[in-house]
């Protein structure tokens, strides 16, 4: 079964621009989760979608958003960057039962300049 | 604020020996206790987990111990090997909490020769 494919891998934005991310789960899995990784903050949970509808939320501000499409790729949105956006944005796909193994894909390291 | 506190940020342990990573907790509502181990360029990926109402669980030559009223609970690698050299993250989630762990903030384990 391949597993969960996050893409661009690498991605290179200025301030003020926008950027969207696209995260494949594992298929049949419909639950995906996105956490952004970095040095100082480590994993934090930006939201998680399960068919199509959030379910949860992280504390992040409005600009950072998802959606979740019918075939349970999701992408996730970042509206003007800010330098502090950098990091590894991670997805995670599981079966979306309650505390279910969660597989994470290898990232999109993002880097605003 | 950090819902998840891990000790030691890194660990040096020579092949055949035994690392031992503590994580505490703060919020009772918690339920679950996973343990990743992320290797760079690659996603965590889980290694075990344990539910409150066990005070140990084993696979292979990794092991959790829980201790539910000091609200700890800790990964013990027996006979580390160079191949284990990785960062391990603990996490935490609880009931309703879709898609959401709380993570502590990493340790890199390194295992010597």
């Known amino acids: 079964k391949a597993g969960v494919t996050q893409t661009p891998r690498y991605l290179i934005k200025t301030r003020g621009q926008q950027v969207t991310l696209s995260c494949s789960p594992i298929s049949g899995h419909r639950s995906v989760s996105w956490y952004q990784q970095t040095p100082g903050q480590g994993l934090q949970f930006l939201f998680e979608y399960f068919s199509e509808t959030q379910r949860n939320k992280g504390n992040f501000p409005g600009r950072f958003s998802g959606r979740q499409f019918s075939n349970s790729r999701s992408e996730m949105n970042v509206s003007t960057l800010e330098l502090g956006d950098s990091a590894l944005y991670l997805c995670?796909?599981?079966?979306?039962?309650?505390?279910?193994?969660?597989?994470f894909g290898p990232g999109t390291r993002l880097l605003v300049l | 604020q950090q819902q998840v506190k891990q000790s030691p940020q890194s660990l040096i342990v020579q092949k055949g020996g035994i690392s031992i990573i503590n994580c505490a907790y703060e919020n009772t509502a918690f339920d679950y206790f996973p343990w990743y181990q992320q290797f760079p360029g690659k996603g965590p990926a889980l290694l075990i987990a344990i539910r409150p109402d066990v005070s140990e669980k084993k696979e292979g030559r990794f092991t959790i111990s829980f201790n539910k009223s000091a609200k700890q609970f800790s990964l013990h690698i027996m006979d580390s090997q160079p191949g284990d050299s990785a960062t391990y993250f603990c996490?935490?989630?609880?009931?309703?909490?879709?898609?959401?762990?709380?993570f502590g903030a990493g340790t890199q384990v390194v295992v010597t020769p």
């Open positions: 995670a796909s599981s079966n979306g039962v309650f505390q279910e193994t969660q597989y």
């Open positions: 996490a935490a989630s609880k009931a309703d909490s879709w898609g959401k762990f709380q």
